[in-house]
């Protein structure tokens, strides 16, 4: 099983900064099956990037991903009130599909 | 619009059964493969199953195999999960999901099973 860490584990940033956050798998993941979600509390996951770096319909260009292979990252340029939340990635390439613990974007 | 409804959760007693349901609309349900993911309260993500398009071939993450099954009616554009055996530990908010391997990939809102005596 692939498994896929996240990091940090809390952010705290203001609005209008840049949010970095990382995923790192414990192997290669192939094809770069790589997604990342947003999750706001009481909440459904929301879709914002596949294949590592392809935004889903609808999302904001503020929102980017890259990386390839085990490493991995989700760029947030400009923070937005409504973008403070939790970011879980997930690879998609390897059954079983994981998820990694997932990241806290907090409003310092 | 794209939906997906899920339903069938509630309370159950623990090595009871359950069978959810995902009601799909607004797309070409019989083209997508089609996951089930959980989030036991306060916890992160976990997957649990997946089915082709066609309904030949499923997965499942070991926590769940040989005790929950994946299985879709492409007529009805529904989803099941049928779980069996229940334990404390499948308590969770149950998504069904659309692959994540397009852009247009969808998420319902969630369906509770809470396992317990």
């Known amino acids: 099983e692939i498994v896929l860490t996240q990091s940090p584990g809390t952010l705290s940033l203001s609005p209008g900064e840049r949010a970095t956050l990382s995923c790192r798998a414990s192997?290669?993941?192939?094809?770069?099956?790589l997604a990342w979600y947003q999750q706001k509390p009481g909440q459904a996951p929301r879709f914002l990037i596949y294949?590592?770096?392809s935004r889903a319909t609808g999302i904001p260009d503020r929102f980017s991903g890259s990386g390839s292979g085990t490493d991995f990252t989700l760029t947030i340029s400009r923070l937005e009130p409504e973008d403070f939340a939790v970011y879980y990635c997930?690879?998609?390439?390897?059954?079983?599909?994981?998820f990694g613990g997932g990241t806290k974007v907090e409003i310092k | 619009e794209v939906q997906l409804v899920e339903s069938g959760g509630g309370l159950v007693q623990p090595g009871g059964s359950l069978r959810l349901s995902c009601a799909a609309s607004?797309?070409?349900?019989?083209?997508?493969?089609m996951h089930w993911v959980r989030q036991a309260p306060g916890k992160g993500l976990l997957w649990v199953s997946r089915?082709?398009?066609?309904?030949?071939?499923?997965s499942y993450a070991d926590s769940v195999k040989g005790r929950f099954t994946i299985s879709r009616d492409n007529a009805k554009n529904t989803l099941y999960l049928q779980m069996n055996s229940l334990r404390a530990e499948d308590t969770a908010v149950y998504y069904c999901?659309?692959?994540?391997?397009?852009?247009?990939?969808?998420w319902g809102q969630g369906t509770l099973v809470t396992v317990s005596s």
């Open positions: 999901a659309t692959s994540p391997s397009t852009a247009d990939c969808q």
């Open positions: 607004g797309f070409t349900f019989s083209s997508y493969w």
């Open positions: 089915i082709s398009s066609d309904g030949s071939t499923t």
């Open positions: 192997q290669s993941v192939s094809s770069s099956h």
């Open positions: 294949g590592a770096s």
């Open positions: 997930q690879q998609y390439g390897t059954s079983p599909l994981t």
